[in-house]
């Protein structure tokens, strides 16, 4: 008779096991402002399939024969106004990795828990992260892309290139994805606390805030994506969470790219209208930005502000994201501890 169980003919490699990790994933970001650092990002964008959903027959010629040569500059230039000198970096990958060592410090009493941070877009990568991860010891990994509300062009393509990178392993750690949290309690109060905290600083009231979300094509919306409806429910508790009426609050969308209709109310023609209805004051807060980033502090603090005030408006103020406060910390470390369960 044969032996039925295999003697290892070698020793197996060392491995390092028994952590748990957690990769924090934001969009992108490029290395720096000139035009090949931001060539080569919008290039790795605008050509994620999750993003852009045009047939490829169709949009490369676009891409390469006039995006990709004439928005590295004009991009580029805006992200000079709002480059974060100091480290010579991008603010959202600044508050990225800030975020990643904040989270790590609230789970110092458990030190089986690795923290992480990557880009889908650029660097670090999803993939060197969840490698690195994996060598550290951690078998299974808690993938957290950093959108309270979901839209398959920013969580779903988190989700499937980490679950790509996992193609090559031939051990793979177990990985789980944070769901949204668009109407979890502690994001809401978090929220009505930061601009409950920023409008105290002013010494006026606004007349009306807007809630302005990052836009999407409408097709995408009437294909199913979850994301207005979503974005909606944020505004709605949020707006109740502060006790105000339905005028004080207003959802509208931004950032649209293509010739395509987007989803609508769209922020820059509100913000213009209500300067020219004769609204002299307002403040604007970006509730689906985990961090200030171009879209933010370039295009709702500088352009939409410049707008207003050239339209009519008096005072404009921008809220700021939730970034590294503690309270964006409480809400990013309550999902974490939440979605960890039966992990610990
Ligand atoms: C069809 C194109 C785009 C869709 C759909 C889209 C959805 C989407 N994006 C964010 C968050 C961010 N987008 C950012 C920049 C940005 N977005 C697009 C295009 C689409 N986004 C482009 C081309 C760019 C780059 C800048 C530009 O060329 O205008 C950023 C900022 C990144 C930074 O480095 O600061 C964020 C954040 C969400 C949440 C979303 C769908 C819900
Ligand atoms: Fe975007
Ligand atoms: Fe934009």
């Known amino acids: 008779m044969t032996d039925i169980v295999a003697e290892p003919t070698a020793a197996h490699p060392p491995v390092k096991s028994g952590k748990v990790g957690v990769l924090l994933v934001n969009l992108g970001t490029p290395d720096g402002t000139d035009f090949t650092s931001m060539r080569r990002y919008l290039k790795e964008f605008l050509s994620d399939r999750r993003v852009i959903e045009w047939s490829r027959l169709f949009w490369y010629p676009i891409l390469y024969g006039i995006v990709l040569n004439t928005r590295p500059r004009k991009v580029g230039k805006a992200y000079e106004l709002i480059w974060n000198r100091e480290l010579g970096e991008s603010w959202l990958r600044t508050y990225t990795r800030n975020q990643a060592a904040l989270m790590a410090g609230a789970f110092g009493s458990r030190p089986q828990v690795v923290v992480d941070w990557a880009m889908r877009y650029g660097q670090p990568s999803i993939g060197s992260r969840l490698e690195a991860l994996q060598k550290a010891g951690c078998e299974r990994i808690l993938v957290f892309p950093l959108y309270p509300q979901y839209a398959a062009a920013t969580t779903a393509t988190v989700n499937d290139k980490a679950f790509e990178s996992l193609l090559k392993m031939r051990w793979q750690p177990a ?73 004080r609050l207003q959802v509208t969308f931004q950032s649209r790219f293509g010739p ?48 207003f005030l050239h339209n009519g408006g008096e005072k404009f103020a921008h809220i700021p994201c939730l970034n590294d406060s503690p309270e964006g910390m409480a809400v990013l470390n309550h999902v974490v501890r939440r979605e960890l369960e039966g992990w610990l």
């Open 175 to 247: 990985l789980r994805t944070v769901p949204p949290y668009h109407d979890d309690p502690v994001y809401i109060d978090a929220l009505a606390l930061s601009i409950n905290k920023h409008l105290a600083t002013l010494d006026w009231e606004p007349e009306l805030v807007l809630a302005s979300f990052h836009g999407i094509p409408k097709s995408y919306f009437e294909k199913g994506d979850p994301y207005y409806c979503q974005c909606q429910k944020t505004a709605r508790l949020l707006r109740e969470r502060l006790g105000w009426p339905k005028e």
């Open 260 to 307: 395509e209709e987007w989803l609508q109310p769209y922020t820059d023609a509100t913000v213009e209208r209500l300067a020219k209805d004769g609204v002299k004051r307002i403040a604007v807060i970006n509730p689906g930005f985990v961090s200030d980033c171009l879209e933010t502090l370039e295009e709702i603090a500088g352009q939409a502000a410049e707008s």
